[in-house]
């Protein structure tokens, strides 16, 4: 599965903006789709994921509440719509897929990524 990330850009502070990830390739039912990110100067950290089939999802806490991890399997897309943005949430953030079941939030469980997508937020 290969996976291209495009959107996000440029976003004040209190704003909202949406990122998306196409697989291309075929995505199987027991897939699982995520988004990292990784600050300036910090190391990639989860932010969430979401089950191919069933929807299911988890939250990393410093984005639970504001952040909404979404697919469509039509398309092989998967969305990340933030909201209530903070100077803190600035970065480059990556879409990763997981061949098998569970919802993970460590690095060296995905085996594909996306090139990244770089998100700053001004205060």
């Known amino acids: 599965v290969q996976l291209q990330a495009s959107g996000g850009g440029l976003v004040q502070a209190g704003g909202r903006t949406r990122i998306s990830c196409r697989a291309f390739?075929?995505?199987?039912?027991?897939?699982?789709m995520a988004w990292f990110r990784q600050a300036p100067g910090k190391e990639r950290e989860f932010g969430a994921v979401i089950s191919w089939s069933a929807g299911s999802t988890l939250y990393a806490d410093s984005v639970k509440g504001r952040f909404t991890i979404s697919r469509d399997t039509a398309t092989n897309t998967v969305f990340l719509q933030m909201a209530d943005l903070r100077p803190e949430d600035t970065g480059v953030y990556y879409c990763a897929a997981r061949q098998s079941g569970g919802l993970r939030i460590e690095i060296e469980d995905y085996e594909n990524w996306g090139q990244g997508t770089l998100v700053t937020v001004s205060s």
């Open positions: 390739g075929r995505v199987l039912r027991s897939h699982n």
